[in-house]
Structure formats: structure tokens, C-alpha cells
């Protein structure tokens, strides 16, 4: 793998929760930038949206790389990190026996994982970090992108 690391901060939500949905994120690698972003005018939920932002941004990478991920949702970093592995374990179920929720974003996240090495981490939001600023700004933006597009 390549030894210079993508740096990916990601964000996402509701307006109201459940309602329609942004997510953004932002992704640096050397000098270059780019930054992404999309929403859902259905009825969706924070997390969804939380989860959808790395997704994304992971996918986006064409070749394999070793990414730091950041994110101030602890939902998706603690479900990543720690949750994951029980979950499969029991066949996609918590340890309550209930169905995992969002199972198919935590699949397509695994899956968007698999080609590269991520490191998660867990910022505050809204606490001045200028990339966790910019990727909450572009997920508002999806979210009001969403929500004017016409309904098909």
C-alpha cells in the first residue's frame, strides 16, 4: 500500500430525525482535495446518514490505501470497531437477540473497508476542527440539495 495516508472526515443527519437527510465528507491526500456530498429527501435517519458518509467516501478510493477516518459519530465508530465482530457472529443480531439496525450499511461499510487500512477516530463535533466543520457544512448542503430536488 501506498505509505501516504488519505485523511477522511465525515459527517451526516436529519432534519427532523427521522426525516430527509445529508451526509459530506471530506478527503485529503498530499495537497489534493476533494469533497463529497448527497442526501436523501425520503425519510431517513442520523445514523443512516452518519453511516452513508464513509461509505461513500471509501469508495471512492481506487486504490488500495491507508485511510484515517474521522467522524463524531460514536455509533458508527464503536460499530466498526467493537460491535461489528459480535454482530456477525450472531448472524446479525445484538447481543438483546434483536436484529442489527442499518445492516445494510454496515455491510456495505465492512465491504468498503475490506481494500484498505482504516484507522477510526472519534472527534468532537462542532468543536472547531476545520475538516469536521467543512464535511457538517456538506452534509447540510446534501440535505438541502435533497430536499429541493423534485420528487420522482
Not at 461499510?109 to 472527534?123: G, K
Request: include cysteine.
Amino acid at each position: 500500500m501506498n505509505e501516504q495516508v488519505v485523511t477522511i472526515h465525515t459527517d451526516g443527519g436529519c432534519r427532523p430525525n427521522p426525516g430527509p437527510g445529508g451526509w459530506g465528507a471530506v478527503l485529503r491526500y498530499g495537497d489534493h482535495v476533494r469533497e463529497l456530498f448527497g442526501g436523501e429527501p425520503a425519510t431517513t435517519t442520523n445514523n443512516r446518514m452518519e453511516l452513508m458518509a464513509p461509505i461513500r467516501a471509501l469508495e471512492l478510493l481506487s486504490r488500495p490505501s491507508v485511510v484515517h477516518l474521522h467522524t463524531d459519530s460514536t455509533y458508527v465508530r464503536s460499530g466498526i470497531t467493537s460491535w461489528m465482530a459480535g454482530w456477525k457472529r450472531n448472524g446479525w443480531r445484538t447481543s438483546a437477540k434483536q436484529p442489527v439496525k442499518n445492516v445494510d450499511l454496515w455491510q456495505r461499510l465492512e465491504a468498503a473497508c475490506e481494500r484498505h487500512e482504516v484507522e477510526w477516530f472519534w472527534v468532537k463535533g462542532h468543536s472547531g476542527v476545520p475538516d469536521n466543520e467543512l464535511a457538517d457544512e456538506l452534509a447540510t448542503r446534501g440535505l438541502l440539495e435533497a430536499m429541493a430536488a423534485p420528487a420522482s
